[in-house]
């Protein structure tokens, strides 16, 4: 079912925001290709009637009152930022 | 009194309650074989100010009486856990210089019950890996060697692991994805114990695949384990996964009496070219159940050998995920492209933080939750999983607990694996169907290969039943009698 070529790693690169240079893309697509090749075998089992399983624990999640419980904590919020300006997150220029 | 840091946390607990050590003794003791065991590259961050004072405060909490067990216990803390002001990184460079505003429940709980942080131990990027060897600090040694020969001490929990076999540390917290624990302690002769899902809060622990990510300890045997895993489990509404089930007083459990429990032993378990001493060794856990009075039933886990596969697809998914917050903006490095704008800094960012293990890994799983494969891989692999999940539940239908091997082979050397992503990740096949179910687990020292390396027998139990986990592990334990030790070369 898979066959994953360069073009594909670079589209699959581009989805997952990771640079990957030229050279890398033709063995990232044998590595991808061998582990989707492994993970196919899949196919075989008769899942016909089974519900997919995203949660072992009940996945209702719980209710709480809707107060304010947590907050006022820009300066713990931006300490670890690479750039912060004027109590915000500084990033490069988004619009020319 | 000779040899502090080689005392268990229930010896250790026992002196200090008497008066006979103080909590300041037994942290120096331990902060100078933290030191002693640099070559082993297990800690990456220490913390021994912070461990004095914490002993300082813990022989103050005995003092006045009714200290909680682990009062005065100096562990290590891997680095997924978030410790408020410390270095906590995943051990990834994506991270670099993050250090939380707040503290993870896992290890707050430690820190009211007494305990004191020796440092942050080492670990796989993320906790992606079985060798410990894809962190971005550098491999771990396995304090047990083939002759003169190095070994990994498995991973991710590799720090974990090499601390507390080291006697670098009492105990040590880990995380189980898909056997992190339990394939670790199997390769260095310690216990460990991942917990049913939901048992122990993920709230501050760094996120892999989060509907398997599980924190559980390292300690050097059963009771320890027991006396440190209450420690940190409990409900907290800081997690919406955390369920609200009573704590029981693990270590009461340890009766040695498993006198007519059932005791599964599953047949696809079994692996072709499965060496004979590993076989011998499940053979006498056997054997060793039998005589202490268990029932033996031969058990069926029909789609065994599916969860690798379907391991492959729901950990990367969920990873490529919750790795997606790693952008630059918020924590951790920056990387920017001269002339360049934000989707370039993104993608500079996470070429230059990831390591190439995390990086196949969210590149896999983009692949499989991008349209058109959607349901091809992701949906079809979350149906095997619930197929798997039933396999467990009509086997704890007649049986109280399972007994298998925890890995396929003892410790390898270093380099063996780490260029075939596919071999590492069959170190995992005893251990990733449970971690698929969310049931608790534990791995015992059972014995050495021809090599003179620790193996370890698996101990499984239905959710929320970790008490009968413990239980039998104990009993492994008692009649394996491992008292073996690695012979210290790395002081």
Not at chain 2, 415 to 431: H, I, Q, R, W
Request: aromatic share 8%; net charge negative; charged share 25%.
């Amino acid at each position: 079912m898979s066959n994953i070529d360069k073009a594909t790693v670079a589209k699959i690169a581009r989805l997952s925001r990771i640079k990957i240079e030229e050279d890398k893309l033709e063995p990232l697509a044998g590595e991808l290709n061998n582990i989707l090749g492994w993970v196919e075998q899949l196919e075989e089992v008769n899942t016909d009637n089974i519900e997919p399983m995203a949660s072992v624990v009940d996945a209702k999640l719980r209710w709480r009152t809707d107060d304010v419980n947590d907050g006022d904590k820009q300066e713990s919020v931006l300490k670890n930022a690479p750039r912060a300006e004027f109590g915000f997150f500084a990033v490069p220029k988004v619009i020319e | 009194m000779t040899d502090l840091n080689k005392l268990k946390i229930a010896e250790a607990r026992d002196l200090l309650r008497k008066g006979e050590l103080t909590a300041r003794e037994l942290t120096e003791t331990h902060i100078k074989a933290v030191d002693e065991a640099d070559v082993l590259n297990a800690y990456i961050e220490k913390t021994p100010e912070i461990a004095l004072e914490q002993a300082d405060k813990a022989d103050a909490m005995i003092k006045a009486g009714d200290a909680p067990a682990m009062a005065g216990i100096p562990v290590g803390i891997k680095d997924l856990f978030a410790t408020k002001g410390v270095h906590t990184q995943a051990c990834s460079k994506i991270l670099d210089g993050f250090k939380p505003e707040y503290e993870s429940t896992v290890t707050q709980k430690l820190w009211d019950n007494g305990a004191v942080m020796l440092g942050k131990v080492n670990m796989d990027e993320f906790a992606m890996g079985s060798s410990n060897e894809t962190s971005y600090y550098g491999p771990v040694k396995n304090p047990w060697r083939r002759g003169d020969t190095d070994t990994v001490p498995g991973g991710s929990s590799g720090g974990s692991v090499a601390a507390v076999a080291g006697f670098a540390a009492m105990g040590a917290t880990a995380s189980d994805t898909g056997g992190s624990i339990r394939q670790p302690a199997a390769f260095t002769g310690t216990f460990g114990i991942k917990p049913t899902y939901g048992r122990c809060s993920r709230y501050g622990m760094v996120a892999f695949a989060s509907s398997l990510d599980q924190a559980g300890t390292i300690t050097r045997d059963v009771r320890d384990g027991a006396i440190m895993l209450e420690a940190i489990s409990g409900f907290d509404s800081k997690d919406s996964t955390s369920v609200d089930v009573a704590v029981p007083n693990f270590e009461a459990a340890l009766t040695g009496d498993i006198r007519g429990m059932k005791i599964g032993i599953p047949k696809e378990y079994y692996l072709d070219g499965m060496s004979s001493e590993l076989e011998a060794l499940w053979q006498k856990g056997i054997e060793w159940l039998k005589a202490a009075g268990a029932e033996i039933v031969d058990i069926s886990l029909p789609h065994t050998k599916y969860a690798l596969p379907t391991y492959y697809i729901v950990a990367p998914a969920e990873a490529s995920s919750n790795l997606a917050r790693y952008d630059g903006v918020r924590y951790g490095l920056r990387e920017t492209v001269e002339g360049g704008g934000l989707e370039d800094m993104y993608e500079a960012t996470r070429a230059a933080g990831f390591g190439d293990e995390v990086k196949r890994r969210i590149m896999i799983g983009t692949y499989v939750l991008s349209a058109g494969y959607y349901d091809a891989y992701y949906l079809k692999a979350q149906k095997v999983r619930q197929l798997i999940s039933n396999d467990f539940k009509e086997a704890f239908k007649s049986v109280d607990a399972i007994l298998t091997p925890t890995a396929p082979s003892a410790a390898f050397a270093p380099g063996e694996k780490s260029d075939d992503p596919l071999a590492m990740y069959l170190n995992d096949v005893f251990t990733v169907p449970a971690s698929l179910a969310g049931l608790p687990g534990s791995s015992v020292p059972a014995g050495l290969d021809e090599g003179g390396l620790p193996l370890g027998l698996q101990v499984l139990g239905k959710p929320w039943d970790e008490e009968t986990v413990l239980k039998v592990s104990g009993v492994l334990e008692e009649a394996a009698s491992f008292n073996h030790e690695p012979k210290v070369w790395w002081r």
